[in-house]
């Protein structure tokens, strides 16, 4: 049974920091590309980065701005997203994913597998 689970979220004041997890199971994890996304209320789910098998990292222009940093452990079978510099725009669920192809797209349909997320909370 393929499993996403995400924790790590939590409620945070502005310029703090979070690390969430995401670890895999039922699937062969280091072959995958692994994205993050979030979703904030009413608004559509958007990229925030992406790592592929290779361990290549890409992320966002819109709003990374370097205080992001994913990374992952095969060993563990675990990807992890590093936020710096939190601001309360950056309130939302955020969702780690799998695509298949090894290498992550900024595209959530290139993505079979989702976990069910996780909510942080940035206040001001």
């Known amino acids: 049974q393929v499993q996403l689970v995400e924790s790590g979220g939590g409620l945070v004041q502005a310029g703090g920091s979070l690390r969430l997890s995401c670890v895999a199971s039922?699937?062969?994890?280091?072959?995958?590309?692994m994205g993050w996304f979030r979703q904030a209320p009413g608004k559509e789910r958007e990229f925030v980065g992406r790592?592929?098998?290779?361990?290549?990292?890409?992320y966002s222009t819109a709003f990374v701005k370097g205080r992001f940093t994913i990374s992952r452990d095969n060993a563990k079978n675990t990807a992890y997203l590093q936020m710096n510099r939190l601001e309360p725009e950056d309130t939302a669920v955020y969702y780690c994913?799998?695509?298949?192809?090894?290498?992550?797209?900024?595209?959530?349909?290139?993505?079979?597998?989702w976990g069910q997320g996780t909510q942080v909370t940035v206040s001001s």
């Open positions: 994913a799998a695509d298949s192809s090894g290498l992550g797209s900024s595209q959530p349909g290139s993505y079979g597998y």
């Open positions: 790592i592929s098998r290779f361990n290549t990292p890409a």
């Open positions: 039922g699937f062969a994890f280091r072959n995958y590309g």
